[in-house]
């Protein structure tokens, strides 16, 4: 197969079979996609009404504005920031489920689910200035559910979120209510981005991009809220070893994949499984059941228990292909609509769960609160029935999988630092910094996708950045690629680490009892878990005094492909982080929307886009942004 796909050694292993099955995988509809629209490529294309389609000519001589008269700039500009409200909608949906749930919990609802990590929801009550003195557990968790849900329903336009403060420096919140881009309600500022981008509406690109920014803080708010009030939920991760890639299927398991990102049935799932694991020996599965997690659902149960990361977005139908996965179970987000049609050519029962996502072809059981647990069983059960139906000749596990050391978030992290300096734990972080032997910190994040080598950007850029000594975290389908490259290893850091920053992982992980360095890359969790690579950044930028634009800190999303990632990567601007993309964003169309993000946010924000496809070109330009900033630190 051409390796212009993927470095993924278990998708090359099995896309001949797919080929003999006169399967079709996303990397064949890419092929018969070329040539894809140069119009929609650039941002010039404009449906948001009947009149349209319109077209901006790029070359000039066509068309310079649609019909009713919206240049190239307003086009680029709404259809970017739509983008955005679709992401803020995604992440904050998710968010209003978890939130939702806690609040059911704490009204004694919801018997699938409790409180499961107490000294977090004391944590997040201190954060949200609620008062826990002497006050029921239950009590806190509700008054905590009632505050963040003020979030959806606050109407005072001068009030922010509550979750936004609590993530952004104080300097920088300042800063963002001065330029009017701080969200007051997530539902309320995503409901504006679609009607200041109706046709004859917001025609000014720079004010339709500032409203975008505003829909992209609040998809960081709602992030937050989901990843916190998660934690509470299900708890906070910490270390753990598991591993990855497509060999965590088993031959004489039920295998059960669960795909998406909302983790209230997983978790249920993961919780339940052992109650069936004789009805999947009964039904000649000897090593019972086992569950494997795929794109960010997978992510969300690796970090907190261990679970086996099958793989990420791009590679979600090999799964399939193997042959035996007996059920995936779907809930929400970064789903191809595929699989179903992938599963129905094996024996792999598809299930949809969320009511507002469901596939054509899959088995639709539909999840609730209430009735979660059951829901979980009927699930397993039917999983357990497809796996009667397996047909073993038509097996082709790839002996594939790495190691990872996984379940890096804020509380593990300083928690491991603590075994250093037990009074101040941020202190030997900051001081490995200021002495250089850790040169900045990394966040790798983001998609997979089809314009890009599969999870090579993502290893060219952390082995790139580790040999100078950055600090690498890693979240997402980024997460899911450096896991699947063995980069979560304590291997990993003795190979591709530089010495200072080896030197360093090495105290810390002895410090902690491992017996070596901690892992070159940091799992951090899901996309909305994105969040703890900020909570972290802030407590380093507050401990500090300066701004996160004043940090040797640069996040980068080499093969961003959602409409999530646009808004995501628009927060991380606008909070002040420089951003590298390695995908053309579709906004090129436009000079003036193109200059503001790779140049008017740096003076606005401090943040700034760098667009680079070439994943170590983009090594070399994030290496020079962070020694940049150094100097400008005088460190
Ligand atoms: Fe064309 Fe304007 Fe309608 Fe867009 S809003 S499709 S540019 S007429
Ligand atoms: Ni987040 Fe991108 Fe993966 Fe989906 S799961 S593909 S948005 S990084
Ligand atoms: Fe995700």
């Known amino acids: 197969m051409k390796n212009k796909i993927s470095i993924d050694p278990a998708v090359k292993e099995l896309l001949p079979i ?203 708010n709602g ?27 088993k031959e004489n398991a039920v295998n059960i994949a669960i795909n998406g990102h909302n983790p209230l049935l997983s978790e249920v799932i993961c919780s339940i499984a052992g109650e069936m694991n004789g009805d999947a020996i009964d039904a000649g599965a000897p090593a019972g059941i086992n569950i494997i997690g795929i794109c960010c659902t997978g992510n969300e149960v690796m970090v907190r228990h261990g679970v086996p990361l099958a793989t990420n977005y791009l590679s979600q139908e090999m799964a399939l292909i193997t042959g035996a996965v007996d059920a995936m179970v779907v809930d929400v987000q970064c789903i191809m609509p595929s699989i179903s049609e992938i599963g129905a050519c094996f024996h792999t029962e598809v299930i949809t769960t969320m009511d507002e996502n469901k596939i054509t072809g899959a088995t639709h059981v539909s999840f609730s609160e209430e009735s979660a ?84 950007s993502f290893e060219t850029i952390a082995k790139n950045l580790a040999e100078n000594n950055v600090l690498l975290l890693a979240s997402g389908c980024g997460a899911g690629a450096c896991a699947k490259e063995g980069l979560m290893t304590m291997e990993a850091t003795e190979k591709y680490a530089g010495e200072s920053l080896k030197a360093v992982l090495t105290s810390i992980g002895n410090a902690c009892g491992l017996g070596g360095p901690l892992p070159l890359v940091l799992h951090m969790g899901s996309c909305v878990d994105n969040s703890r690579a900020v909570n972290l950044a802030t407590a380093l930028a507050n401990k500090l005094g300066v701004d996160l634009s004043d940090l040797p800190l640069i996040a980068s999303a080499p093969e961003a492909m959602s409409e999530k990632a646009v808004a995501i990567a628009t927060w991380s601007v606008a909070i002040g982080i420089p951003t590298h993309v390695g995908t053309i964003p579709q906004v090129t169309g436009s000079s003036i929307v193109t200059d503001l993000l790779t140049e008017g946010t740096r003076d606005l924000f401090g943040g700034y886009f760098i667009v680079e496809p070439d994943p170590a070109s983009a090594a070399g330009k994030l290496m020079d942004i962070i020694r940049d900033k150094r100097k400008k630190l005088g460190i």
């Open 223 to 249: 992030m937050v809220l989901a990843t916190e009030l998660s934690d509470i939920l299900f708890g906070t991760p910490s270390p753990v070893v598991t591993s990855a890639n497509l060999g965590v299927i």
């Open 373 to 456: 647990g059951d829901t979980a069983r009927r699930i397993l059960g039917l999983a357990i029935e497809a796996f009667r139906r397996r047909d073993a000749k038509r097996v082709n596990i790839p002996d594939i999988k790495q190691t990872a050391m996984v379940g890096f978030g804020v509380e593990s992290i300083v928690a491991a630092l603590a075994k250093l300096d037990e009074k101040d734990p941020l202190k030997p972080l900051i001081d490995n910094i200021v002495n250089g032997n850790i040169q900045g910190i990394a966040l790798l994040a983001g998609c997979n996708n089809t314009r890009s080598v599969q999870d090579r």
């Open 18 to 220: 797919a080929k003999k099955n006169k399967i079709s995988t996303v990397w064949d509809r890419y092929e018969v996609m070329q040539p894809q629209c140069g119009f929609g490529s650039l941002g010039l294309c404009c449906r948001i009404c009947w009149k349209g389609p319109c077209r901006i000519d790029p070359f000039g001589g066509g068309p310079d504005r649609g019909i009713c008269g919206a240049d190239a700039h307003t086009i680029v500009a709404r259809n970017l920031i739509r983008m955005m409200a679709a992401g803020a909608a995604a992440h904050s949906e998710h968010g209003r489920h978890v939130v939702l749930a806690l609040w059911g919990v704490s009204r004694g609802r919801f018997s699938a689910y409790g409180i499961r990590d107490e000294k977090k929801l004391l944590s997040v009550a201190q954060k949200l200035d609620i008062e826990t003195e002497n006050r029921d557990t239950l009590k806190i968790a509700e008054e905590v559910a009632l505050k963040t849900l003020e979030d959806f329903q606050n109407q005072d336009h001068q009030t922010a979120c509550h979750w936004i403060k609590t993530v952004v420096t104080d300097n920088h919140f300042n800063k963002l209510k001065d330029l009017h881009v701080l969200p007051h309600n997530i539902d309320a500022v995503v409901c504006q981005i679609m009607g200041r981008t109706h046709v004859g509406c917001d025609a000014e690109p720079a004010n339709v991009v500032l409203g975008g920014v505003k829909g992209a803080l609040a998809d960081l």
